[in-house]
């Protein structure tokens, strides 16, 4: 199967990104199913560790988007 092909960065980044970000909610949204207290068994620490760590990975890809410009230092 073949690649496709984009002709601009643009494209690109459009095709990517709307496929990650779908890709994204649908995790989370099947991890969602796992709150069926019938089925699994799991404290609230457990909870708070899951959602933290979600939190901290959107935190950084969110960074990653920010401004890359550094602060040089100067006299």
């Known amino acids: 199967m073949a690649r496709k092909q984009f002709t601009t ?9 709307e496929n990650r970000t779908n890709n994204t ?13 019938s089925l699994y068994e799991y404290t ?4 708070d560790k899951i959602f933290n760590a979600i939190e901290e990975a959107l935190g950084e890809a969110k ?8 602060d040089r230092f100067k006299l």
């Open 9 to 17: 960065k643009r494209e690109r980044f459009q095709v990517l990104a």
């Open 25 to 37: 909610i649908h995790a989370i949204r099947i991890l969602s199913h796992c709150s069926n207290k």
């Open 44 to 47: 609230s620490e457990e909870i």
């Open 63 to 70: 960074m990653q988007f920010k401004d890359k410009k550094k």
